[in-house]
């Protein structure tokens, strides 16, 4: 167990819809990321924050956004849902977000139907 | 830019060695890792390696890196059916090593 969670597992929605996909990292880590995981594209960084602030942005599309609250949870909203938003979504955290080890929740799966 | 390449797939046989080949783009890399992901399980860590070294030992694996070719590699000796796996080569790039960027992994499949 990593001690990252992430909810929920698996999601099943329509095209068009959107989603919340939420996570909290490890007690202690500060740092949040956000990864896809698709069959034909690999496992892709899509955001950083840092203690509340986005610190780093990568292959992200502007149909999703995210955010960390206070107590330092994040969510990841996904809206006008496609096809081929369908993956497995990592969250994974670290204490400060400048290189250390990374911990990986075990993902939540997403059905776009 | 930043892009870290390996190969899909890779067999070997129970016993025999294996060795996962990286390539990455960022030369400032200041760590590289590599990751293990089991089956519906998300990665976890199985080594690092600084930027200012060119090879790390722990136990079975071993990591080789040359930063004149940006070549990262990482040897299985006594390769166990445990081993199977999909192994994510990484690069940490961006302002304060922030972002890191994955490989799209080597899956290990091991013959008897």
């Known amino acids: 167990d990593s001690g990252v969670t992430q909810t929920p597992k698996h999601l099943i929605t329509a095209t068009g819809q959107r989603v919340t996909l939420r996570c909290s990292p490890r007690?202690?880590?500060?740092?949040v990321y956000w990864y896809q995981q698709s069959l034909d594209q690999g496992l892709q960084f899509l955001i950083q924050?840092?203690?509340?602030?986005?610190?780093a942005k990568g292959n992200i599309l502007e149909r999703f956004s995210a955010q960390q609250f206070p107590d330092l949870h994040s969510e990841l909203n996904l809206s006008s849902l496609e096809l081929g938003d369908s993956a497995l979504y990592f969250c994974?955290?670290?204490?400060?977000?400048?290189?250390?080890?990374?911990?990986f929740g075990s993902g939540t799966q997403l059905s776009v139907l | 830019g930043e892009d870290v390449e390996q190969s899909l797939f890779l067999s070997v046989r129970e016993g025999d060695s294996s060795v996962i080949n990286c390539t990455y783009t960022?030369?400032?890399?200041?760590?590289l890792y590599w990751y293990k992901q089991e089956p519906g399980a998300g990665l976890q860590l199985l080594t690092y390696?600084?930027?200012?070294?060119d090879m790390k030992q722990d136990q079975r694996l071993t990591v080789l890196l040359n930063k004149k070719d940006k070549h990262l590699s990482l040897r299985i000796a006594d390769t166990q059916t445990g081993d199977s796996a999909i192994y994510f080569c990484?690069?940490?790039?961006?302002?304060?090593?922030?972002?890191?960027?994955f490989g799209s992994g080597t899956r290990l499949s091991i013959r008897p």
């Open positions: 994974a955290s670290s204490p400060q977000g400048n290189g250390e080890k990374l911990f």
């Open positions: 390696i600084f930027s200012n070294m």
């Open positions: 990484a690069q940490a790039t961006g302002s304060s090593a922030s972002k890191i960027i």
């Open positions: 007690s202690g880590d500060l740092s």
């Open positions: 960022d030369s400032s890399s200041t760590y």
């Open positions: 924050y840092y203690n509340g602030e986005e610190r």
